[in-house]
């Protein structure tokens, strides 16, 4: 019905190429986000499957549909936007009331004062203020109908926003970063919500947003986009757990995931700050591991660990970040649980890893558990989908 | 101290406030003085002997008068009108889109606005001329369609409207004609009052250009009008003179004290200063 | 060609297409016309013409009638300029605090640049006969003998520019009344914390420091209107007496329409705007960055 399919889609600004080859299949009625950091293209890929910009290359298909010369009016699909993009001059009701008029009404019928004596407008205009009365009611905001969007908190608003959206009953739900205007309980609020309007309606969503939390928490899955490019594709769950690329690791959690510097000297044998310890086959040369800050821990043991010194210590309620330095340089995070002894500012500890826990990069960053099902060089990177659970890398240091 | 010199500012501006006001009081008064009166040798603020009816029968009777005033209105807004149709979607342009050319575009309006309306009087009036235009409605108006401040003005105006807004509305379905009418404008309808305000003070004042491309006494708008009574009568009958002052002025004060916010709002926003 | 970005790509064309018509028409195309004639010998009606390079302007320059016309606009620019730039800014200056009469004194003063102008000078003309208008009163008060003003030629140009600045002083209280309000109070108050207690210290610490960019552009638009004058001198004085108040719009007009020396108005044209246009050039300028800086 309405899966989502772009083949190779490329845009280009002038000089700067924007988006690299994006190759994405939304699925009918999936709710996928689009993770990345600032400027990295989300808005733009939005605004191609929305109809408000073209790809410079490559196709779009919606519901196996090629959207080359289809109209946004013509598409099934509808947009929130971040500032809301709410008509400041027209009430709730007639915000709402816009994508239903432009298009159940003819050019004519339209018209103010004559508009009303062309056969028909009247039973159009009925049901159109039954279906939208019905929605505000859904919504909660049927009591703001008449007001003007300048007299609405920013949580109504985007209700409205919600509602204009949905009143027509598109197939496809474009959002970009529609909660980042909120404070952050009614961000919780709403991202339930949003997930509920999801599971009602059934629609496919298309949520844009740099908040790896709203990303994980409300989506079927996570396309994460870096420069243009999407690195991966996959479950909340999986992203987490099997990043193909350091940049991923790095991206998704919080705090950020340490990253170590190691070589490897002899076949199976890699050395990362100062501690030898086994490597996977296969890699060599230079490589970083990957820890989370809940799995490197410190412990009382001396061998096997790194020696490192307490920089600043985060009290965050229920558990505390200990920042510190290893080996004089490299930086490190690590979570504690309360419960536990905290090291004080200027202590020295013993950083130990729990065991099956971390995540190898090849010198380029690919996860190097992950590089057979990796395709050969030439290939864009955005062209890696994994859709498998693959193994978790079991290794003691 | 405080108190003195309170006196003093308000003592100051109702001096100047007097100053600003004796042209419309002697025009009112000698408009409601008989013939004798004004000639009887010194002045005086009210009438010794009445000659209102007189004088404004006189006006009606001898001056086309209403016929001025309904010239200016149909020149001033037909102006107005053009102005905005052309106006507005090449401001709309040139805030909204990104094609080659804009810049080249701007700086032309740019330039445009460095134009006085008297510098290109004789070309203008040569192309009349060629189309067999001149004296008539067409050529009180045609030459004045194009307003440059008008495009600068409203694409200063929709920069400052969002993207996101234009965008919705492409989603919500309408087309870019559409967009402008029922959201651009709304949105701009301040500066789009201003600018209606400036086009018709220069447009109701204009001496200059009507002087020029009109000789038929039918198409004469107020000051050419009143003008031409002047040197009709030889200054003989300052009385409906003074009426006819006073029938050409009156109703545009009194527009503008009903909305005198706007009027000064839009002749500031002429200058950039709001 | 896709039809989507072939439609968005000629939508901005069309759009701005009937304007830029127009623009040539009327304003580009005509300005062009202006300096070409200027360089002919082209009189209206006439069907053939040859360029005569400088003639025209050699013509001009020996014109005693338009040196004089170039000496009255300046002397008349001279004149109004400053004084209506002072008057506003000190009108506006007790405007601003007289408290609950603030916008009756605004209104007022704004008055004389909402009547209808050339009603106005009409009105102006009576006020000032020596025989019947005020001034008669007055002249008589000050026990003078009441000349005719418009009709001598030590005081037809100075009248002039007193009805000028009568007609413009409340448009620049207008501007200098937006551009005082936005000078917030702490600026004084922390001025007085500077020393600056009484009135003289206050205006050039603080008032003229922030009102300035007000200032030079009401300047220029006084200083653009005022080389435009030329309704006053044609409905009173008509040049006269002995060309005392004959200044350049209308020495322009006279040609233009009057003897229909097109090469001759076209070259007083360019001239007219070679000395506009440094003033106008300012004006643009500052609307563009009025512009930039949004
Ligand atoms: N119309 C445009 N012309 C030129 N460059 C553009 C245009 N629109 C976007 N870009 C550039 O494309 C890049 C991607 O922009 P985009 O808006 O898609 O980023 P984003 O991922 O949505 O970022 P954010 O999270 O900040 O919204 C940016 O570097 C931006 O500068
Ligand atoms: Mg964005």
């Not at chain 2, 290109?120 to 040569?126: C, T």
């Not at chain 3, 013509?59 to 009638?65: G, K």
């Amino acid at each position: 019905m309405a899966s989502i399919t772009m083949e190779n889609i490329g845009k280009s600004f002038g000089q700067t190429d924007v988006l690299k080859g994006i190759n994405l299949n939304v699925h009918d009625g999936e709710f996928i986000s689009l993770l990345g950091s600032s400027g990295c293209g989300k808005s733009t890929l939005l605004r191609i499957i929305s109809g408000l910009e073209r790809q410079s290359s490559g196709r779009l298909l919606i519901g196996d549909k090629d959207m080359d010369n289809v109209f946004p009016k013509n598409r099934s699909v509808s947009m929130v936007f971040q500032s809301y993009a709410l008509y400041p001059h027209l009430t709730v009701f007639e915000n709402m009331a816009v994508p239903l008029v432009m298009r159940k009404l003819t050019r004519l019928q339209r018209l103010p004062l004559v508009g009303r004596f062309i056969g028909g407008t009247s039973s159009v205009r009925q049901e159109m203020r039954d279906r939208i009365h019905h929605l505000a009611e859904t919504l909660d905001i049927h009591t703001l109908l008449n007001r003007k969007p300048a007299q609405l908190s920013g949580g109504q608003r985007q209700r409205v926003a919600l509602g204009r959206a949905m009143v027509r009953e598109p197939e496809v739900f474009l959002m970009d970063e529609p909660l980042s205007n909120l404070d952050t309980k009614m961000r919780a609020h709403m991202r339930t919500e949003l997930a509920e309007i999801h599971r009602n309606l059934g629609a496919t969503f298309v949520y844009v947003t740099h908040d790896q939390e709203e990303a994980m928490t409300m989506s079927d899955r996570v396309a994460l986009m870096i420069d243009g490019q999407i690195l991966q594709v996959a479950t909340p769950r999986e992203i987490y757990r099997s990043p193909v690329h350091r940049k991923v690791a790095e991206f998704i959690g919080s705090p950020r995931i340490n990253i170590l510097p190691g070589i490897v000297t002899n076949p199976e044998i890699m050395e990362v700050c100062g501690i030898k310890c086994p490597a996977p086959k296969g890699l060599h040369g230079k490589c970083f591991i990957g820890i989370r800050p809940s799995r490197l821990i410190p412990s009382e043991q001396a061998s096997g660990t790194w020696k490192a010194r307490v920089t600043n210590v985060e009290d965050l309620g229920s558990s505390f970040l200990i920042h510190s330095t290893l080996a004089g340089e490299v930086r490190t995070i690590s979570r504690m649980d309360s419960r536990s002894v905290i090291p004080q500012v200027g202590d020295k500890i013993y950083l130990k890893p729990q065991p099956d826990c971390a995540m190898f990069f090849d010198s380029e960053g690919w996860n190097h558990n992950l590089s057979s099902e990796r395709p050969a060089q030439d290939i864009p990177v955005s062209a890696l989908t994994f859709s498998e659970e693959s193994h978790e890398s079991a290794i003691a240091i | 101290m405080k108190i003195f010199s309170g006196i003093f500012r308000h003592l100051l501006l109702l001096t100047g406030s007097v100053f600003m006001l004796i042209p419309f009081v002697v025009m009112l008064s000698t408009s409601l003085k008989s013939q004798a009166d004004i000639f009887s040798g010194t002045f005086s603020l009210l009438p010794g002997e009445w000659g209102a009816t007189a004088n404004y029968l006189q006006v009606f009777t001898k001056l086309p008068i209403l016929d001025f005033m309904l010239n200016g209105v149909i020149v001033t807004t037909s102006i107005f009108l053009i102005q905005v149709i052309v106006a507005l979607p090449c401001a709309y342009a040139l805030a909204k889109f990104h094609f080659k050319g804009r810049k080249l575009l701007f700086n032309c309006v740019l330039w445009c606005l460095l134009i006085p309306p008297q510098a290109v009087a004789i070309p203008v009036f040569m192309e009349l001329y060629s189309f067999g235009m001149l004296n008539s409605y067409a050529a009180l108006i045609v030459p004045w369609t194009i307003s440059v401040l008008g495009i600068f003005l409203m694409r200063q105006f929709f920069m400052a409207i969002p993207d996101d807004i234009i965008d919705a509305a492409r989603m919500d379905g309408m087309g870019e004609v559409s967009i402008l009418i029922r959201i651009m404008v709304p949105m701009a309808l301040p500066a789009l009052t201003a600018f209606g305000i400036l086009s018709f003070i220069a447009h109701w004042n204009d001496f200059f250009w009507p002087l020029i491309c009109l000789q038929d006494v039918k198409y004469f708008t107020p000051p050419l009008g009143i003008a031409y009574f002047k040197t009709d009568d030889s200054g003989i009958s300052y009385g409906p003179l003074m009426a006819a002052a006073c029938i050409i002025t009156i109703p545009l004060l009194i527009t503008f004290l009903a909305a005198r916010k706007k009027f000064m709002q839009g002749v500031s926003i002429q200058a950039g200063v709001k | 060609m896709n039809l989507q970005s072939l439609y968005k790509r000629l939508l901005p064309y069309s759009f701005s297409a009937p304007a830029l018509v127009l623009m040539f028409l009327f304003l580009i195309g005509p300005i062009i016309a202006v300096l070409f004639l200027s360089f002919t010998d082209w009189q209206l009606g006439e069907s053939s013409f040859k360029l005569v390079g400088l003639q025209n302007y050699r013509t001009l320059f020996e014109d005693d009638l338009f040196l004089r016309s170039i000496g009255n606009t300046a002397l008349y620019i001279l004149m109004t300029v400053p004084t209506t730039l002072l008057l506003g800014l000190g009108f506006a200056m007790l405007i601003l605090k007289s408290g609950r009469l603030r916008s009756f004194y605004q209104t007022v003063y704004f008055i004389p640049f909402m009547g209808t102008a050339v009603a106005m000078l009409i009105v102006w003309d009576f006020v000032l006969n020596p025989s019947l208008g005020v001034w008669a009163l007055v002249a008589q008060w000050i026990g003078i003998e009441p000349i005719n003003l418009l009709r001598n030629e030590m005081t037809a140009l100075p009248v002039l520019a007193f009805i000028s600045i009568w007609q413009n002083i409340g448009f620049a209280v207008v501007l200098f009344m937006a551009g005082l309000s936005g000078i917030p109070q702490e600026m004084y108050e922390a001025g007085e914390l500077d020393g600056a207690d009484d009135a003289l210290s206050r205006f050039s610490l603080v008032t003229w420091p922030l009102v300035s960019h007000v200032t030079f552009f009401v300047l220029i638009l006084l200083t653009v209107h005022s080389f435009q004058v030329f309704e006053s001198v044609a409905v009173l004085t008509r040049g006269g007496p002995n060309d005392s108040t004959e200044v350049l719009t209308y020495t322009m007009y006279k040609e233009g329409f009057d003897f229909f020396r097109t090469n001759i108005a076209s070259a007083i044209t360019v001239i007219f705007l070679l000395g506009i246009g440094t003033f106008a050039l300012v004006k643009a300028a500052w609307l563009e960055k009025k512009v930039h800086y949004q």
